[in-house]
């Protein structure tokens, strides 16, 4: 137990760290190419904050705990959504002004449907994968032709945060060295995780897709939460929501593609995550819409349902791991309590914002962004 729980915070530690190197070493060369800064940040470092999650699912579909690399997903995304956004909202309102962002919510939305549909049978095989991969250049084309569409105060935003590029020869060489380093430390921080929560789930006769749902996908999520939270904090608002989406966007199509892809026996599924869990991260993923809908705006109300939720969906695993009672209970006031009100109070704020004047300052940010 105690040598289970040393590899599972080392390899936590290790992920972390080696993803900070390769965000910001990939960030330096990126900006020394001459990519804007807000290629950079949607893309790059949203893959960056994303590469723990892509390290451990390979590692543990190569290896024979598969469950965790799908329960790694979708409790990566759960948790970027409910925590991430809820705990930045909280910090400070989001009032979200690039127009890419908004778009990409319904696009996350969209991808989250398609690859529920192709676990459907119960496995993710090279085909599946390589259409989940095709779909993230796609997109990648599609973000770098729609960035040079964003208005004036979303592109500042960007540049003033990712807009570092190498001063000298040393400086990208050393680059180049974080980058190498980063890659390491994934590799061998994944590994370390990866062991240290099949230890845990053989110990306490957990299933390995509830470890990933839980332990490992708030590990993997760690880069995402430091960089959502601190461009919350500087008022960095676009940042903030843009780096989650993205990130639950890499997330599926690269993170789960690329490992279908790579893997030769493929990514199955387990039953319990396409019928419960799956369902979760559509509905978290959906919650947005509305929200987005008003606006581009996340108030700290809002930040506070998210965030709540995110505590019960956490009460609900662990309770129903233990055998608990109480469970069924939870999981019956959730969806037939909590949901139904959380539907009502989103839709009575989505009629309210369409009352709203056009000169109210919503409303401006709306038309800015378009006009940009």
Known sequence: MVVASGLIVLGLVVLVVGGDLLVRGASGIASLMGISPLVIGLTVVAFGTSAPELAVSLSASSGDAAEIAVGNVLGSNIFNVLFILGISALVTPLSVASQLVRLEVPFMVGVSLLLWMLSMNGHLGHVEGSLLFGMLLVYIVWSVWQSRRESKKVVEEYKEEFDKPPKSLWDSLLQLVWIVLGLIGLAYGSQWLVDGAVMIAKSFNMSELLIGLTIVAVGTSLPEVVASVMASIKGERDIAVGNVVGSNLFNMMCVLGLTAIVVPEGVPVPQTAIWQEFPVMIAVCAVCLPIFFTGGRIERWEGAILFGYYILYTTYL????????????????????????????????????????????????IEEADAG
């Open 318 to 365: 662990v309770l129903g791991a233990v055998g608990s009672p109480y469970a069924p209970i939870l999981g019956k006031v959730m969806l037939f309590g909590l949901v139904p009100l959380t539907v009502l109070v989103l839709t009575i704020s989505v009629l309210t914002a369409l009352r709203r004047k056009p000169e109210s300052p919503v409303s401006e940010g």
